[in-house]
C-alpha cells in the first residue's frame, strides 16, 4: 500500500443524509421556483454554486430558528458515527465538502457529537431579506464554480491519498480526480456512463472494511 496517507473527502446532502435537507428548506422557507434554478444547474445552464446562492437568498430565518429546523428534520443515513469514529480511530482525515450551507452541516455535527469534524460549505450571512451564500476555496478566495475540485486539487497536492463520498452529478469532476469513488445515484450514474470505477454504498458502516485494507 502507498505509503500517502489516505483521507475521505465527503459530500453531505444525500450522502450522508437520506433525502436532501436543503431542498426540505427551500420548500418550507421559499416560495420560489428553486427545482426549475435546479434543473438549470442539471442542464449545464448555471452552476451549482450559483444555484444555491441564488435559492437560498430567500430564506427569510435566523441562523438559530434554521438549525433547530434542520435537527429536527434531518435524516441521517445508517453509519454515519460508526465511519466517523473508525476515521478517528485510525488516523484517517475526514473533511466535508459540501454545496450546502454551514449553519445546518454544523448543527448536525452537534447533534451527533462529532463537532470537531472538518467541512467547507457556503459560508452564510443572515440578513434580514435572505441568505448571503458564497463559496471560498481553500484559499479563501471566493468561486463560483469547481468549488468541490478545487478541494481535492488541495488534498492530492497536501500528499493526500482520497477516498471520495458522494451522491450528486456535482461530485463527479472531483470524485473523478480521486484515487477511491464510493459513489451512490447522480454520481453512480455518471460514473458509469464515463467509465470511472466506483463502489456503491448503503448503510456507510458497510465500507469500514474496505477503508480498512486502504490502510
Known amino acids: 500500500m502507498s505509503h500517502k496517507p489516505l483521507m475521505i473527502q465527503c459530500d453531505f446532502d444525500g450522502t450522508v443524509t437520506v433525502g436532501d435537507l436543503s431542498f426540505q428548506i427551500l420548500d418550507d422557507y421559499t416560495d420560489v421556483p428553486w427545482r426549475q434554478w435546479f434543473d438549470d444547474f442539471r442542464h449545464g445552464k448555471i452552476t451549482v454554486n450559483d444555484y444555491n446562492a441564488k435559492a437560498f437568498a430567500y430564506v427569510k430565518a435566523s441562523k438559530e430558528e434554521l438549525q433547530r429546523y434542520a435537527v429536527k428534520h434531518v435524516r441521517l443515513r445508517p453509519g454515519l458515527s460508526e465511519l466517523l469514529t473508525f476515521c478517528k480511530d485510525h488516523d484517517v482525515r475526514f473533511v466535508f465538502v459540501s454545496n450546502g450551507m454551514t449553519f445546518y452541516i454544523e448543527a448536525i455535527l452537534d447533534l451527533i457529537g462529532f463537532p470537531q469534524i472538518e467541512y467547507h460549505a457556503a459560508d452564510c450571512e443572515y440578513l434580514p431579506n435572505g441568505i448571503k451564500a458564497v463559496y471560498h476555496d481553500p484559499s479563501g478566495k471566493a468561486v463560483r464554480d469547481h468549488f468541490k475540485e478545487a478541494y481535492a486539487k488541495h488534498f492530492i497536492k497536501e500528499g493526500y491519498r482520497i477516498a471520495y463520498f458522494g ?21 453512480a450514474k455518471e460514473c458509469d456512463k464515463q467509465g470511472v470505477s466506483y463502489k456503491p454504498f448503503d448503510c456507510l458502516s458497510d465500507v469500514i472494511s474496505d477503508l480498512l485494507s486502504l490502510i
Open 167 to 187: 451522491n450528486g452529478l456535482s461530485d463527479f469532476k472531483a470524485a473523478s480526480m480521486c484515487d477511491y469513488v464510493y459513489g451512490i445515484e447522480s454520481l
